[in-house]
């Protein structure tokens, strides 16, 4: 029986990543992608009850559909999963929580690299989140690359790309890890130095666990 994974999106940038990386795994998994490019504004505007509300219709269009299990791939959106968790009938997924799950278990300098300003507060909650409930101290050194994000937005995906690896690389002489915060930049993992790739992380490299798991 195949296993039905319902994908909530916010913005198009990141549907084929997450797609992709998902069929790659050894089972047969049938995938459906929601796409609300409107959350982004709603976040921008901090309009809680709106994202919640069209959150809320995105699971019960999923769940109507036959998903088995529901991922958020928007870390901006993950605050709002806990609530919804408590009204699906399916599991749901905060796309960077295994990450940093895996991240805080393994050390205690975490770096968090990140060029959407509405991902910053929920990422730093979601590391304390899980922190708290591993009973372990973590530290944490952010690093929003603002100008990175307004040249996606330009087109200019390599200004973007430039910004953001040179950010990563800066930052990982103070840390023992680096997190990609957002999958939109996780394509820039194979411009990092090949001697410290392997502290950098993306999300993508641990959702595939969680699912099988």
């Not at 805080?104 to 922190?131: D, F």
């Not at 009973?135 to 100008?147: F, G, W």
Request: net charge negative; aromatic share 2%; hydrophobic share 45%.
């Amino acid at each position: 029986m195949r296993l039905i994974v319902g994908l909530i999106h916010s913005t198009r940038l990141v549907i084929e990543a997450v797609h992709n990386t998902i069929s790659d795994l050894n089972n047969p998994f049938e995938i459906i992608n929601l796409l609300d490019e409107g959350l982004l504004r709603c976040l921008k505007n901090k309009e809680n009850a709106r994202i919640y509300q069209r959150m809320s219709e995105m699971v019960k269009k999923l769940q109507e559909d036959g998903a088995d299990l529901i991922i958020v791939t928007c870390s901006s959106l993950s605050p709002y999963v806990n609530e919804l968790r408590t009204i699906a009938k399916v599991p749901i997924i905060k796309i960077d929580e295994p990450m940093i799950e895996w991240a805080v278990i393994n050390h205690s300098k975490i770096g968090v690299v990140m060029t959407n300003p509405t991902t910053a507060e929920p990422t730093k909650n979601l590391i304390a989140e899980v922190a708290r409930r591993l009973n372990k101290e973590v530290t944490v050194n952010s690093h929003l690359c603002a100008e990175a994000f307004n040249r996606l937005n330009q087109g200019d995906s390599k200004g973007h790309d430039d910004l953001v690896v040179d950010a990563v690389q800066s930052l990982l002489h103070e840390v023992d890890v680096v997190l990609l915060a957002q999958i939109s930049i996780a394509r820039i993992i194979d411009r990092v130095d090949i001697k410290v790739r392997d502290r950098v992380l993306s999300s993508l490299d641990f959702i595939g666990s969680k699912i099988m798991g």
